[in-house]
């Protein structure tokens, strides 16, 4: 079928054009697009920061409404509200036990766009096109496999398009909080870089019963909005040594931290706020980048821990219903942090986010 989608031919590029969109194969699901976030990741791959196989169709917060499904799915039908997210090739050790964010082929299936069955499912004049994070969501339909979408139960559409980004975003920052860290009630938290995935990290925490959350930007409304949500202080790190601060505020240093400003630099100062026994969570997509980390005096003698974690250690079909619950309790308010923009007007949506003036555009179809 021909649908409409924003293509990346070269390195920063979009456009948007018609594609051709192949039938669903097994094990997998045809779905209208409703609406899909933006994540900073979609902008690291466009700007090739991570390597995508290009030409490749972005978005990986994708919502919408199943219309079709290849043979043997038996967790979708057509009619379900699903909510989109990250691939796994449900085989591999890591997949059977659960840990499908671990998953093996997860780098070919996040970034080269082709299926488990190393084929794509778009296409223009003959050519394949990349389903990024096996998505492609900034298009009118899409198909995933169907452990790629997860069936919610949400009031309408308008709660839905609400929820683009738990399929990444929210996942990654809640999930490196309630999965990861799974903070210690009235233990301390600080998080670096209050974007999408950071302000969610501010939520869990809040759900967690973390006594000191602290959030930690450059922009001033970023700031604003994390005391809002959850913060009980906030420190801007372009006006105050941060890691000093937060050593005051936590008399000595923070249990966790948590890092999701997308600046490989930053990791150090999220160690260095730690007290004995803290625990970094790394967020950050940050390409090749390399920070010297003195072994020493930042982990060993303090016995600090710095773990590396993908899509928030979370499985998708069991954590994602339950941030729709706690949303659906007002405990999850990532309703604030959106702002819609017609499809047409992704550059500004992409632009919007860069400049921190909007924390989550969400691209309605
Ligand atoms: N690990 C994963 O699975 C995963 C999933 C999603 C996103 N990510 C990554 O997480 C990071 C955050 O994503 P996002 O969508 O929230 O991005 P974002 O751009 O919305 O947020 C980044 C925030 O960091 C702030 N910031 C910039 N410089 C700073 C500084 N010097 N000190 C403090 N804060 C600073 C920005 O003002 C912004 O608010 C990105 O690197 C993204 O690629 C990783
Ligand atoms: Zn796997
Ligand atoms: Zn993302």
């Not at 085989?91 to 299926?115: I, K, Q, T």
């Not at 990290?201 to 000191?212: D, E, N, R």
């Not at 930007?217 to 604003?224: F, Q, W």
């Not at 930053?266 to 920070?291: M, W």
Request: glycine share 10%; hydrophobic share 40%; proline share 5%.
């Amino acid at each position: 079928m021909k649908v409409t989608a924003a293509v990346t031919h070269k390195k920063g590029e979009i456009s948007i054009e018609t594609v051709e969109l192949a039938q669903p194969r097994a094990s997998e699901a045809l779905v209208r697009v409703i609406a899909a976030g933006v994540c900073h990741t979609d902008a690291a791959g466009m700007n090739q920061v991570i390597p995508v196989t290009l030409p490749a169709i972005f978005g990986h917060e994708g919502v919408g409404v199943v219309e079709e499904v290849g043979a043997g799915v038996e967790s979708l039908k057509p009619g379900d509200r699903v909510i989109m997210s990250y691939p796994s090739c449900g085989v591999c050790p890591h997949c059977v036990e659960g840990h499908p964010y671990a998953c093996e082929h997860l780098n070919r299936l996040f970034f080269d766009g082709s299926f488990k069955d190393g084929s794509k499912r778009f296409s223009q004049n003959g050519t394949p096109i990349s389903s990024f994070f096996g998505q492609g969501s900034f298009a009118t339909h899409v198909v995933v496999d169907a452990r790629n979408a997860v069936k919610v139960d949400v009031r309408s559409d308008d709660d839905l398009i609400k929820l683009c980004s738990l399929g990444c975003g929210v996942q990654t920052g809640a999930g490196a909080v309630l999965n990861r860290a799974a903070p210690k009630p009235y233990s301390s938290l600080v998080v670096f870089g209050c974007g999408g995935v950071g302000m969610a990290a501010i939520m869990a925490a809040k759900i967690a019963g973390c006594s000191k959350i602290i959030g930690v930007d450059v922009v001033a409304s970023r700031l604003e909005m994390a005391l809002e949500i959850g913060a009980t202080h906030v420190v801007n790190g372009k006006e105050t040594d941060a890691v000093e601060e937060i050593k005051k505020i936590t008399d000595g240093g923070a249990n966790y931290s948590i890092e999701s400003s997308g600046i490989p630099a930053l990791t150090l100062q999220a160690l260095k706020c730690l007290r004995r026994e803290g625990l970094c969570v790394l967020n950050s997509v940050t390409g090749d980048a390399e920070i010297p980390i003195p072994l020493e005096p930042l982990l060993m003698n303090p016995s600090v821990t710095l773990a590396g974690v993908t899509e928030g250690a979370s499985n998708p079909q069991i954590f994602i219903p339950k941030l729709v619950q706690y949303f659906n309790e007002g405990r999850l308010p990532v309703d604030k942090l959106i702002k819609i923009y017609d499809f047409k007007d992704i550059k500004q949506a992409f632009e919007d986010s860069h400049t921190g003036v909007t924390v989550k555009p969400i691209l309605k179809f």
